[in-house]
């Protein structure tokens, strides 16, 4: 329970949130440090401003042996991402990327640079990002899309070290600046070095320029820093802890629509369900590629069917022969009677015409 109101208002300001602020980073040196690692920490600090906090002086601090010191400064300066620079005769030019959850370290990675193919910030010539711009993050390799062991851990590290604010919209204009991070083959160092994992990690500036045509030409130019990261020691995170680290509030999660997905890239997907429907009256296209061949039984089914049709067709046309006869002798009788009739009626007449004279 705080004393004070002070003290209360420092514990709300530490308590979880439903949206989460902004990860800020936190870069601290060793007693013994190179100049390699200095000029990378400071690079590193100034691409990552203004999420970011910059401690010069050296600091007696062994990660993977006692880490209580890390967890001080990461809630002392509410850092939950740590940078530690060191340099010794058996791990030279070494940066130690920590994540801290709730003030405990959550994991951690060791990365080597090799200062052979090293260039810091200043010796690329050119603009440079603005201050606070949001990057592109991309990885290569298939060792990446794995998501476990050392580049699991790689790859979750350095999406959340570069990741900035987190914005809805954002302006293609402020698209300045990209990081790539590329695994080695086989995760192995291509020329024997002593079979380390590698990780190859560039900074390009994307430029904009005409092209005649309403789309602009966009093209790339490497503004630094260039590592080539030798991955060391690795502690994962514990899985109770990452757990508790992982939950999110009721409120947050929006609310599920039936038959209504999003996809990987942000698409709409719906699903409709229709009735059963009667395919017995779609009228299909005819092709004769699609004719069925008739069986020989089927063929002897069809000649015995048209054997009787024929027999059947030839009583019928022997009935109608007669009945036609028979039918033209009563229209000759009936004519005869007609003549019969018509003499009696004219000797009638005649008869008649006698008497009125």
Known sequence: KPKNARSARALAKKAPLATENTKSTLFLRSTSSSLLVNSILTDLHSLKRPFSIRFTKKNLIHPFEDASS?????????????????????????????R??????????????????????????????????????????????????????????????????????????????????????DGKVEQGGNG?????????????KRSGQKLPRVEVEEMGPRLDFRLGRCMEADDRLLREAMKKSKGSEPKTKKNVETDVVGDKIGRI??????????????MKGLKRERTAQEEEEEADGKNEEES???????????????????FEEDDESDDVGGVGIDEAGDAKRQRLK
């Open 273 to 286: 369900h229709l009735g059963r429907q009667d395919l017995s009256d779609l009228q299909t296209r005819k």
């Open 70 to 98: 890390l967890e001080f400064f990461s809630q002392k300066n509410d850092a939950s991402l740590l940078v530690f620079g060191s340099h010794s005769k058996k791990r030279p030019h070494c940066l130690t990327f920590t």
């Open 100 to 185: 801290c959850f709730d003030g405990r370290v959550l994991d951690m990675l060791e990365c080597g640079i090799n200062p052979d193919t090293a260039r810091t910030l200043a010796q690329f010539h050119g603009t440079k990002c603005r201050v606070g711009a949001k990057p592109m993050v991309t990885f290569s390799g298939t060792q990446f899309e794995e998501g476990a062991g050392k580049f699991g851990v790689a790859k979750s590290l350095f999406l959340d070290l570069f990741k900035g604010e987190e914005t809805r919209e954002i302006d293609v204009e402020g698209l300045q600046w990209m990081v790539s991070f590329a695994a080695g083959e």
């Open 312 to 330: 059947t067709n030839d009583l019928l046309d022997g009935d109608a022969f007669t009945s036609s006869n028979e039918d033209e002798n009563m």
């Open 196 to 208: 380390a994992e590698m990780v190859y990690m560039r900074c390009w500036r994307i430029v904009t």
